[in-house]
């Protein structure tokens, strides 16, 4: 049974940080694509950032501009892990945020992902 799990979310104020953190198990390889995504008040999911793997355990990241020199993604592959921090946070910024692993591109495309946690929620105050 594949199992994927976000934590870390919470309410903080403008300019405030989180860490959010992504648990995956029961895979039978290691997944190439891992990508967080979030679902805005505006009910659209967008990705958010991405870390995709180029060899052993290097990999590549990519972000959505909006969010560019904010937040940071980044893996432990050794602990199933995944993470995102981020850092100066806005209103705009808030929604629930979903962890995706798969083994296709594009990073930024729900369809491209088999397996999704059930989100956790950011919640930025002006």
């Known amino acids: 049974l594949v199992q994927v799990m976000e934590s870390g979310g919470g309410l903080v104020q403008s300019g405030g940080s989180l860490r959010l953190s992504c648990l995956y198990s029961g895979l039978t390889q290691r997944p190439v694509f891992t990508s967080w995504f979030r679902q805005t008040p505006h009910n659209v999911r967008e990705g958010v950032a991405g870390a995709h793997l180029i060899s052993g355990n290097i990999y590549e990241t990519n972000y959505r501009d909006s969010v560019k020199d904010r937040f940071t993604v980044f893996r432990e592959n050794a602990k199933n892990a995944v993470y995102l921090q981020m850092n100066g946070l806005k209103p705009e910024d808030t929604g629930v945020y979903f962890c995706?692993?798969?083994?296709?591109?594009?990073?930024?495309?729900?369809?491209?992902?088999?397996?999704w946690g059930q989100g956790t929620q950011v919640t930025v105050s002006t």
């Open positions: 995706a692993v798969g083994n296709v591109p594009p990073w930024d495309d729900p369809e491209s992902f088999d397996y």
